[in-house]
């Protein structure tokens, strides 16, 4: 029996498939070195044969087994590559995906790994594998994961999430952080980080710093509304209370109203605004830390690195030298 195998259905994501294709090939090549058992794998996809991918590209599968066996092997099921959320609705739908979920949840129940990222999470709750199970998805998608999957505790500041026999990765290219952890737990931290440094992928705790509140919004007036106030309002601190007074509404009404459009407490929001903000000042310009930390409505940059910890798991320091090692000219300008 394979110790991976990667399910493929129509549209999923070429980056995808190809990526855990390349860090298993990777890890084969460096698990000599590492001294322990290279990984195999196989590919499968619910009918088998030749299967489209997203880009026009094909990929060669066996079928998906139709009933439960004794199978020690991780599914993993890379990104789909979906144009909007109507398109999920729909995709949800399709024949083919339903037979998938229907295959996962026998595999799950018999004991099985399952691993997935970005909308392909969503075939993972559509098997009711995520019931009652801590998740993540793409985090612009978190919301209708929640809406859709209830039982679900949906946490999408997570790049990776693990609860169980069922491991869940944030947006598309999160599969790589996925990859890292599944061929961590196969052969140890150092065929891990022979993989990372082979193909320089850097593990990544947290979505956090990716999240664009603007687009983590769209399509809600309201919620867009209380964005571009917290921006507004900068250096002045923002509070719960101050936004619900402003839209004349109770805190807990305002607060169903953010949750249902972002998944996101009204306090989690503003500390997305402020993220996004501050991340921004140590980037593109050479503030000291103390007054980006008053630019964003704290009093002191101890409270703006307790939030870069929290959320990024990242030093100011550490988010300046990433874009200075991003952009080499700034270094020495």
Sequence with gaps: MPDFSLIVLPGSLTSGVAVTLDMLSAAQVMAPRC???????????????????????????????????????????????????????????????????????????????????CFSVFVLGLAGVLDGRRATTTWWLAHLLQQRFPACRVDADRM?????????????????DLMLHLLREHGGHALADWVGRVLLIDARAAQSP?????????????????VAQ?????????????????????TRTLARHVQRATGKSPMALIQSVRLRRARALLEHTRLPVEQVAAAVGYQDATALRRMLQRLTEATPRQVRRQRLVADPARSSG
């Design 160 to 176: 990776v999430c693990v609860d169980g026999p069922v491991a869940t990765g944030g947006a598309a290219l999160a599969q790589t």
């Design 35 to 117: 001294g322990v058992p290279a990984p195999t794998w196989r590919v499968l996809s619910p009918a088998g044969g030749p299967v489209a991918l997203s880009m026009g590209l094909t990929v060669d599968t066996r079928p998906l087994p139709r009933r439960a066996g004794a199978d020690s092997s991780v599914w993993v099921l890379p990104g789909l590559r979906l144009a909007d959320t109507a398109q999920l609705a729909q995709h949800l739908d399709n024949p083919c995906v339903q037979a998938t979920a229907a295959a996962v949840r026998r595999h799950v129940a018999a004991g099985g790994r399952v691993a997935a990222s």
């Design 210 to 226: 990716y999240v664009v509140p603007q687009a983590l919004v769209a399509g809600d007036d309201f919620v867009s509304g209380l």
């Design 230 to 250: 917290i921006e507004a309002r900068w250096p002045e601190p923002v509070t719960v209370s101050m936004l619900a007074q402003q839209a004349a509404m109770s």
